[in-house]
């Protein structure tokens, strides 16, 4: 059996090259003169009105009335006295700051999790307000 060699050198071919057209050069225009430019009126803040369902008090369960107390409130107060609390007490981790390191109170709020982030903490208060 002969084994073929393969050819080495390949041809190549050429492309032709492409032809560029060249733009036409551009007809000398008068300066036209812009108009002054008018600043617009800057635009009053309206201050931002809160959503209602935000805004309802709503009564807390008993086990999370032990932490913020036992008056209605609007889940924005509920959120910022559990935080409060959670601050007061030191039960951030200090490693990784969005965790949350429950206490004996806390445990009964978070269903008995000794760990929980702090997104999965507004879901787990939600089902104590009614």
């Known amino acids: 059996m002969a084994i073929k060699k393969k050819a080495t ?3 190549a071919k050429k492309k032709p090259a492409r032809k560029v057209a060249k733009k036409a050069p551009k007809k000398a225009t008068k300066a036209r003169r812009a108009a002054p430019k008018k600043k617009a009126a ?3 803040k309206t201050k931002r009105k809160p959503n209602a369902a935000f805004m309802r008090p709503l009564s807390p369960s008993p086990m999370l009335a032990a932490v ?3 008056s209605p409130q609007p889940r924005t107060q509920v959120t910022k006295k559990i935080w409060d609390y959670i601050k007061k007490h030191k039960l951030q981790d200090s ?3 969005r965790m949350i390191n429950a206490d004996e109170k806390l445990k009964l709020v978070f269903g008995g999790k000794k760990k929980v982030s702090m997104f999965e903490m507004t879901k787990l208060v939600a089902k104590h307000l009614k």
Request: aromatic share 0%; hydrophobic share 15%.
């Open 9 to 11: 050198k390949k041809s």
């Open 42 to 44: 800057p635009k009053k």
């Open 95 to 97: 490693a990784n700051r």
């Open 68 to 70: 913020i107390g036992p």
